[in-house]
């Protein structure tokens, strides 16, 4: 399994950015797979839920605000972020869990600020 994240940046608050994670080495078309994000001296916490065949569920945090989505041509999926705020400052990390194995790509971070 390999998931490789990409597309953060500095942005200013009420910024967009667009995280990508590409997946390879499993079957990607029927995974459920996951959007965490770890801030500086908090725990790591659920951001987005993506099924294969149903809608994406959120973090209350970022609802309205975060859109994830899936590309199953592309093996890839994405978190669209928007009206972005400090307290969203966190490197954000893709999973997928095989039973009670985790498997995460390497991180991307995201800092908002002015």
């Known amino acids: 399994v390999q998931l490789q994240a990409s597309g953060g940046g500095l942005v200013q608050p009420g910024g967009s950015l667009r995280l990508s994670c590409a997946a390879s080495?499993?079957?990607?078309?029927?995974?459920?797979m996951f959007w965490y994000r770890e801030a500086p001296g908090k725990r790591r916490e659920l951001v987005a839920t993506?099924?294969?065949?149903?809608?994406?569920t959120y973090a209350d945090s970022v609802k309205g605000r975060f859109t994830a989505f899936r590309d199953n041509a592309l093996n890839t999926i994405y978190l669209q972020m928007n009206s972005l705020k400090p307290g969203d400052t966190a490197v954000y990390f893709c999973?997928?869990?095989?039973?009670?194995?985790?498997?995460w790509g390497q991180g991307t971070q995201v800092t908002v600020s002015s």
């Open positions: 999973n997928r869990k095989e039973g009670i194995i985790d498997f």
């Open positions: 080495g499993f079957a990607f078309r029927t995974s459920d």
């Open positions: 993506i099924t294969p065949d149903q809608p994406a």
